[in-house]
């Protein structure tokens, strides 16, 4: 990421919390169809990605584009995100989907877990291979990926986990759906001031055992976590945890691994 696109971020997450406007769930589904809209087209999105161009004549074009088609409060939101110099064109359509991602979060009912529904769909996903092929594959159509995660998801899921997932298989911007969902739910959690820890064991861990990782790892990491856990018997014991880019490996087979790596060197 480069520094033009760090700070263009950061005022872009700020502009969520200027008064004057309603941060609703219809507000994160406009800013979605908006970055589709804009991604689809190599004229638009060449115009607004310009980073040497004027800011005003940017939102300019923005209001008349999307003036009549999106919320007043995602116009406002669009409009503060292609006033900002970007490193790229793809970092500025990833900056309307975080937008689109944070406006979905701050949507969320108390005791919504967004993360926790898009890490379960991950899980499922993962382990069906002719689901994970027809929701990644290039050849697929979008209506049918967008048609497809409507039947799994409607009435299983929030609002906001199905027009996460239903966006993110539509604009997939070259990244495996696991990926995508993974990303999806770094960023709903942060803006709930937590972060992901996935936990992997050889076995499920009791609620005691998870209670007092979990203590450790907050106390470590200085800051509220979530707990996503997966079992792989492939471990054989041990734990390795993962939280965003940090990577604790605790498993016995991975201390196997390194020992036969010793073995033979």
């Not at 809209?37 to 990605?49: C, D, K, Y």
């Not at 970092?91 to 529904?117: K, V």
């Amino acid at each position: 990421m480069g520094s033009a696109t760090r700070e263009a971020l950061a005022t872009s997450r700020a502009a969520l919390f200027v008064p004057g406007g309603t941060t609703d769930l219809a507000t994160g589904e406009s800013l979605f169809g908006a970055g589709r809209v804009i991604g689809s087209s190599s004229q638009l999105l060449s115009a607004l990605g310009d980073a040497s161009a004027d800011a005003a004549a940017k939102v300019t074009l923005v209001r008349a584009v999307f003036g009549t088609s999106v919320t007043p409060r995602a116009l406002d939101l669009l409009a503060a995100v292609v006033s900002e110099r970007w490193s790229s064109h793809d970092d500025l359509l990833a900056g309307i989907e975080e937008l689109g991602l944070r406006a979905s979060a701050l949507s969320a009912s108390a005791g919504m877990s967004i993360e926790g529904e898009l890490f379960a769909f991950g899980k499922t996903v993962s382990s069906d291979a002719e689901l994970e092929l027809a929701l990644a594959s290039k050849l697929g159509k979008i209506d049918a990926k967008a048609a497809l995660v409507e039947k799994l998801l409607a009435g299983k899921v929030s609002g906001q986990t199905l027009a996460i997932v239903r966006h993110l298989v539509q604009q997939p911007r070259g990244r495996r759906i696991g990926e995508l969902l993974r990303q999806a739910a770094s960023v709903v959690a942060d803006q709930a001031g937590t972060s992901i820890a996935t936990i992997t064991s050889a076995s499920v861990l009791t609620p005691a055992q998870l209670d007092r990782l979990l203590k450790s790892l907050q106390e470590r990491h200085g800051r509220a976590l979530t707990i996503n856990q997966v079992v792989d018997p492939a471990l054989v014991g041990g734990v390795r945890v993962q939280i965003g880019d940090l990577v604790i490996d605790g498993s016995i087979a991975t201390r196997l691994a390194d020992l036969r790596l010793q073995l033979t060197s």
